[in-house]
């Protein structure tokens, strides 16, 4: 009787440096760029120039010990696995719980900006074909995760290239309709729309963290990983802060909101009073973006799925790989109901805010785990951890309180199964 060939228990490292930033910048420059500056733009008017410089800086120290718990722990599930390596088992269970709860509704916001910016391109009915849209989306690129990662990156580096010329189109372009006047009054409230804002705008820098989630892929981790995410956050952060730049000088903080409201494609509807080609030009970037973070957010999730079946926190089967190695299917398809499921909200700033919260406490538990790496394995100093703590706890109860209150309510009923099911 023939024997079937032994199943892979560990991925593939097919990922180097290029790749690697090619997957962060695919996660970053999508739904933060497209939507959520318009989101922002909403809460604390011009300032959205300063709560997006804000951002980029606590996303720098955040990747910095998300780099070198990386390099020292290069394993897929990021820190879901620094956790329960260098804290205790219930915050590396909370670690994962939160980045499954805050990256869904960021996977969620990017399939609805997607559907907003082809319908809006189109001249449809947002109410009629947003949802359906979405989901048409999510299944998707659930297919091309299913084929492997290198498959992935290859339509993620078509994907950012688009996304890169469109971005560069509008700022050079828009930057003759740039008025000083539209950046005042420049601090509308005194400073609490200020620090919710930074809170959003925090969450849009957050796609570095696939590369670590994806460390268990990447060739010469301790070198590639820390390189990566650094070249990754300094090209994101001139582009967040160009475009957000251009975007209320052209049009004004109030008009960048309210083109959220009206279609969820703000930069789409800027665009059109630069040139009909321009706009053109943006609506495609916009959609080819939101394709690369939806993409980049499945094959993450999944990642995190992987890890937490591997460990017992959630049944064995999600932690089946396919024949070759190079994906979790079962981890696939469940992520895309979970995100399949948040689309049916259809509202991008719903699903965006709820993501804030629970991304700040994934990363306030990332940098606790960082502050306990050995002195002898230390790339980066350890003020660095605990300022990125200090960031994160504050900025989390920035954002409404019903997101908060909801977010602390879910968090507490993902520890009571890990709880309920570590007793069984």
């Given amino acids: 009787m023939a024997m079937s060939p032994q199943q892979p228990d560990r991925l593939r490292r097919e990922l180097g440096v290029g790749g690697a930033v090619l997957l962060g910048l695919g996660s970053i420059l999508g739904t933060g760029v497209f939507v959520s500056l318009g989101i922002a733009a909403g809460i604390t008017g011009s300032s959205v120039v300063l709560a997006v410089a804000l951002a980029a800086l606590l996303a720098t120290m955040n990747g910095l010990n998300s780099a070198q718990l990386a390099a020292n722990h290069p394993v897929s599930g990021g820190t879901y696995e620094y956790g329960y390596h260098y804290l205790r088992p219930w915050l590396g269970f909370l670690a994962g719980w939160a980045f499954l709860v805050a990256k869904s509704a ?3 916001t990017a399939a ?9 391109l189109f001249g449809q009915d947002p109410g009629a074909w947003l949802v359906p849209l979405a989901l048409f989306a999510v299944g998707a690129l659930t297919g091309v995760v299913l084929a492997g990662l290198r498959r992935s990156n290859t339509v993620n580096t078509l994907i950012v290239t688009i996304t890169l010329v469109s ?10 309709d740039v008025a000083g006047e539209r950046y005042e009054p420049f601090l509308t409230d005194g400073g609490p729309g200020l620090l919710e804002a930074t809170a959003l705008a925090f969450v849009a820098f957050t796609g570095y963290g696939r590369i670590a989630t994806l460390g268990e892929e990447v060739r010469r981790p301790a070198e590639t990983i820390p390189k990566a995410v650094i070249i990754t956050l300094i090209v994101s952060a001139v582009i967040y802060a160009s475009v957000s ?9 109030a008009g960048l909101a309210s083109a959220v409201d009206s279609t969820a494609a703000p930069l789409e509807v800027i665009a059109e009073s630069f040139s009909p080609d321009i ?18 957010l499945i094959l993450g999730l999944s990642r995190v799925v992987l890890a937490m079946g591997r460990r017992d926190d959630l049944p064995p089967v999600t932690a089946r790989l396919n024949a070759t190695g190079t994906t979790p299917p079962v981890a696939v398809l469940i992520v895309a ?12 700033k719903t699903t965006w805010t709820f993501s804030a919260f629970t991304v700040l406490v994934y990363y306030a538990i990332t940098n606790l785990a960082a502050l306990q790496i050995p002195v002898g394995d230390r790339r980066f100093p350890r003020w660095l951890a605990w300022a990125g703590l200090a960031g994160c706890l504050f900025l989390a109860f920035w954002v409404d309180a019903a997101v908060w209150i909801t977010g602390l309510v879910v968090l507490v009923i993902g520890l009571g199964w890990h709880l309920l099911r570590r007793r069984r």
Avoid: K, P, W
């Fill in 112 to 120: 609805l900006g997607f559907a907003g910016y082809v319908i809006h």
């Fill in 337 to 348: 109901v979970i995100i399949g499921g948040l689309v049916l909200i259809g509202d991008v």
């Fill in 279 to 296: 706009s053109l030009f943006v609506a495609i970037g916009a959609i080819t973006a939101m394709l690369g973070v939806l993409l980049n």
């Fill in 167 to 176: 971005l560069a189109a509008f700022v050079f372009v828009g930057l003759a």
């Fill in 106 to 108: 960021s996977a969620a």
């Fill in 245 to 253: 730049a251009v975007g209320v000088g052209a049009a004004t903080a």
